[in-house]
C-alpha cells in the first residue's frame, strides 16, 4: 500500500527590525526543526524583514497567501503568532483565507495553535467569536456615547453646513431647480434640500412658483 504523500509546508517567518538582535534565521531554524520532526516537505520559505505586523500588506506574506490560492501548499507555519500579524481582525482574515483553499496553520510555539488538530481548530474558533464579541462591545460604545451626545444637545456625524438661504429662495422664486440653485451656491443638492426643508421652505407650498420637475428631484 502506498504511503501518504508528504504534506508541502511553506515555512513563514517575520522580524519587524533588523541589526537589532532580531533574526529570521533562528525563527527558519527552529521551524525546519518541527518540519522535519512532522514529516513536511519544505518547498518554500517566505520572509518578511524590517516589516511592521501591522501592515496588512508584506512582499512575503502576499507571496505566501498567494501560494496557497494555487495550491502549491498544504501547511503554513510561523514561529510565533505575532510573526504573521499583530491585529486580531488582520489575523482571522489571513487564517480564513488559508482554511478557505484548504490550507492547514500551526504556530509551533503557541501550543495549541495547530488547525490540523481538532483542539486546535476549536482554539481558532474561539479567536474569531473573541473577535467578533470584540467589535459588538465597540459598537454599543460607539452607539451609546452618541447617544448620550445627542442627548445633551451635541452634534454628531458630518459637521452642520451652514447656508444664507436668501438667494437660494429668490432663485427659487425665479423657477430655478435645486440643482441648478446648488450649483450657482457651492454645495450638494441634498444639503441645499435639507436646509431648506428645516427652515420649513421644502418642499414648495401649492401656488408658489415650482422649480422644474426634473430638477426638483
Not at 115 to 127: D, W
Not at 132 to 153: C, D, L, P, W
Request: hydrophobic share 40%.
Amino acid at each position: 500500500m502506498p504511503s501518504a504523500p508528504q504534506p508541502r509546508a511553506a515555512l513563514y517567518a517575520r522580524v519587524s527590525t533588523t541589526g537589532h538582535g532580531q533574526d529570521v534565521g533562528l525563527q527558519l531554524e527552529e521551524l525546519r526543526q518541527v518540519a522535519e520532526q512532522r514529516g513536511w516537505r519544505v518547498v518554500k520559505e517566505f520572509v518578511d524583514e524590517g516589516i511592521s505586523g501591522t501592515k496588512d500588506r508584506r512582499p512575503g506574506l502576499d507571496a505566501m497567501l498567494d501560494a496557497a490560492r494555487r495550491a502549491k501548499i498544504d501547511i503554513v507555519a510561523v514561529w510565533k503568532l505575532d510573526r504573521l500579524g499583530r491585529s486580531l481582525q488582520n489575523l482571522l482574515l489571513i487564517l480564513d483565507d488559508l482554511k478557505h483553499h484548504g490550507v492547514g496553520f500551526v504556530s509551533v510555539r503557541d501550543a495549541g495553535l495547530d488547525s490540523t488538530s481538532a483542539s486546535g481548530t476549536l482554539l481558532l474558533h474561539l479567536l474569531g467569536a473573541f473577535s467578533a464579541y470584540e467589535a459588538a462591545i465597540i459598537k454599543e460604545r460607539v452607539t451609546a456615547g452618541v447617544r448620550r451626545a445627542q442627548a445633551s444637545g451635541k452634534h454628531c456625524g458630518r459637521p452642520v453646513v451652514e447656508l444664507d438661504l436668501r438667494p437660494a429662495l429668490a432663485l427659487l422664486a425665479e423657477g430655478h431647480g435645486l440643482k441648478a440653485i446648488a450649483s450657482m451656491l457651492g454645495v450638494s443638492r441634498s444639503t441645499l434640500r435639507e436646509r431648506l426643508r428645516e427652515a420649513g421652505h421644502w418642499p414648495r407650498r401649492e401656488g408658489v412658483e415650482n422649480p422644474s420637475s426634473a430638477e426638483a428631484l
